[in-house]
């Protein structure tokens, strides 16, 4: 990388709310994340030395494996295998909500009370690419931008580059990245527009899901799952006129679901004004009663196999579609679309009959 | 009985259009075909037919006493005046300002010995924003883009001329504005002047600011209620100053075409007018103080449209939907100028003849009772001397020697203008309902509506001039080369920054801090309550307390501005 | 074939405004020409310093740095900005610069380290040509 590296990212390691670090699921390493062989010896070493720096919370060198990992070069795979048995210890805390929310601004106030209380923090904050050119105009930051000379403070936008379900592919490599950078939480905002754009679900430990008073139906915005999804909802812009209306709509929706079980968490609804940063030490306080809450249900344990499950399904599902879709423009395939289109076979049985023949070992990279 | 072409006779006509499209122009059609594939208006690109008759005027319900009527009658189309300007010429107004505020000083009293009536006054970057000079973000920006005002010392020294020959003078100063109302305030008590000898007027229109200037500093909300009390106070103790101007102009600097530029400004401007009606007005009694800056662009028969359109629209929603009845609510009162949007840097002697063909179109349009040029040598220069000179000479020029000043509105009655001011009228009515629905400008501006129109006006522009379909000569007319070498840029001595930030400290030293202190907490207190703000910021001005003083306490009761990726309009 | 080795690979451009200068029609209309053109545009916002844009230059790992200035700015804040890039080991990022900017300044600036100088008039797709050539021959 060249150059002085930057001071480790917060200073001083400061003893986590809540006690011990969370340790990685399972304790056992973890076979290497992904990754057949690379042919021709890519140098470990660069790989090694990459992730060393990131260890030691060099912000450029994270920086410069995300960007690695979203370019989907094959040696971010190696430094990232060095990274995944150490990371466990940030609490992953998504921000969600309609456009006009004031996510944004809510996320900048809540990197500065994490801050005072002596928090590292990570933020993604993810928008969508455009389906015409893949470029992306990423302007989240202008509502961060106080906070980007703070060591203690790492910030990455991301574009979505195709993926749908409102997070970035790589989305979830970076957040590896930045817990093994050192940040104790790591922000993930995201635009969530309904019932398909909450990936951030999955991702995160704590979904915060961010409304704001509108003219009485507005509130509505709240489409069902993103509600569900919430485990702390907030009420943000409450100085606007509307916002004791839209505050007993959200607690109308709240309960009329069924009610929780006596231990479950109970989902607290905060009102905020960000830009003023009222409601904000509240907020924090709630999202650490949630942490502390996961741990002590066993709930933790459920949401750390569920985030080491996605990516290893993600790479499953696109390798063998990759495998599968291989050779679609050849003879065989040709062949076979050719009699589905004389009709003298139909498509789902000439579909299984590729699928089977690819994974029974018909080529390979 | 009529004679065939008799324009009481739509079929005659019809039929002798044919006949001319046939006969007479398809041959020459023929011969030489048009310059153009296609032929369109400049800012709303809409289709310019190649002739316009008394049949345009049918198909567009055209009625002379409805849509055009009588000048200084309602609809206004003709002219807010009785007598046009047969009477009274248009006042000459320039705007000025930089440097020093004695170096502004003597360039007023210069400009009042030139004849010129009245000004613009405008501030440095630091000012506007809230910032006094020796703030960080200041540096290399004291005095540049306008007069340094930190406390009220600045404003005594800017104002040191003899304010008798002064009709109208404008400050332009938009989020500090009560602490900038304050200090003139002060000031001119201090010289002894009568406030009501003459016109100050002020902006005060920061909505604007969050759409596309990016000088505001505090959330639109606490924006606008400033702005409220502002014009509240001024018209309960200076009720012949005029506290809110709609300087549209600048949503046309931002590449507004005419009909954004009339429903967005038309839409920020209700929003005011319904804030200050809440405070227990009248509309005859609050509309009056209402008046708007616009700018005009090279399109001649847009730009004539477009200002006879806008007395139109501002009469009929005083009528209908404010429920005015007096005659000073339903006239328009407005200061045109030639934009500065199509001034190039290249070439800049052919700005003249752009400003000449500018002016024409406001002195034909109907530019108001002021009217400014902007500087040939303006884009991104302060005005020379010679400058102004030019700029003063253009206005008398058409004033005096065109004869387009000696009849109202003569180009009433043009198949092609009438067309053009009904179009647009329709248009802007359409948009104003449109924006209604979003609830209103404060709403737009919130999910950044406006923003987001602007930047794809400004792309298309952009694409436009980089293509050549839009055509502006000495720069895409010719091979492009750099232009480096013809730029010059005004700078500011080094060191008269440095004088300015010592003068601050001299005047911080001379002070009673504890005094200070105390009416600082004043206005902390009535930024938290809804009390009017300008008499405790004119307590704590006339203490000399610093505009970047009093705005740091109004930033922390309000919070600072960020707009957000929605409403960055980036 | 690795599929997840498809490259994607996106330029991306930081746009930064320093100082008070607050006209972001240069970068709007520039922001759209180079997103239209399949770059990823990190766009800070207003009032920026240059500590603030070497900062956000290096934890967003961009390409490019595009700095705008139409007053006065760019000579007391462009260098630096190129300055504290260079002593945090991130100059190869590639720094440019748009806005209103006289002959003297420009060559100044290009002396202390911006690749290239912008000014207003330029077509947009100019500068995307630019910035494609530069990222290929890298």
Redo the contacts between chains.
Sequence with gaps: ????P?ARVGGEPLAPVGGEPLAPVGGEPLAPV???PLAGAAPGQAARELAERVLAGH??SA??L??MVE????EAREALRELYPKIGRAHVVGVTGP??A?K??LVSALIAELRRRGRRIGVLAV?P??P????????????M?RH??DPGV????M?T??ASGGLARASWEAELVLDAMGCDVVLVETVGVGQVEIDVVDLAHSTVVVCLPG?GDDVQAIKAGLLEAADLLVLNKA??PGADDAERWLHVLLHSAKAPAPDAWDLPLLRTVA???EGIPPLVDALERHRAYLERSGELARIEARRARRPFVE?VR??L??RAL?GLEGPEALRLLAEVERRSLDPYTAADRWVEARLAGGGG? | MSQPGDPRDPEALRKGLEEWERQTLAPALEREGERLPAFETQALHWPVERLYTPLDLEAAGFDYLKDVGFPGQFPYTRGTRPNGYRSQLWAMKQVTGFGTPEEWAKRAQYMLDQGLSGFFIEYDLPTTNGFDSDHPLAAGEVGRAGVAVDTLADMEAALDFDFSKLRHLTSVCNGPQPVNLAMIIAALEKKGVDPASFTLQMPNAILIEYTCVGRYIF?P?HGLRISTDVIEYTIRNHPNWVPISVISAQLYAARANPVQELAFGFSIAMQYLDAVLARGFTIDEVAPYFSFVTGVDMDFFEAVGKLRAYRKVWARLMKDRYGAKTREALELRITASPGTMSLTLQQPLNNITRLAIQMLACALGGGGYTMTTPLHDEAHALPSDEAIAVGAGVQKIVAHESGVADTIDPLAGSYYVEVMTKRIEDAVFAEIEKIDRM?GALAAI??GYFQRELAREQCERNRALDTGKRKLVGVNDVERRSDEESLEIFRVDPESERRQIERLRAVKARRDEAKVAEALERVREAAEGDENLVPPILEAVKLYASQGEICDVLREA??T??????T?G? | ??????????I?VLLAKLGLDAHTIGVTVI??A????????????LK??P??VA??A????VDVVGLSSLSAAHMQHFPRVVELLR????DDKLVIAGGVIPAEDAQRLRDAGVAAIFTMGTSTDEIVAFLRQWAASR
């Design positions: 990388m060249g150059g002085e930057l992904g990754g057949e912000a450029a920086a410069r995300i960007r370019d989907g070069r094959p456009p006009g004031g944004s601004t928008d690419s455009s015409f050119s893949g470029g992306a105009i990423l302007g989240d930051r202008v509502r931008q980007s000379t790492f910030i990455r936008s574009a580059r195709g003219a100085d606007l830009s003023r940063e790479r696109e390798r579609v990759a291989e990279p | 959330p909300e609830g919130r999910t309000f919070g501005y960020m707009p957000d990726s929605l960055t980036v | 074939m690795n599929a997840a080795a498809v490259s994607e690979r996106p991306r922001a759209r180079l997103r239209d053109a399949g770059m990823e545009v990190i766009y800070s916002g920026q310093t500590e603030m900062a956000t290096i934890q967003e790992d002593e945090q080991g991130a």
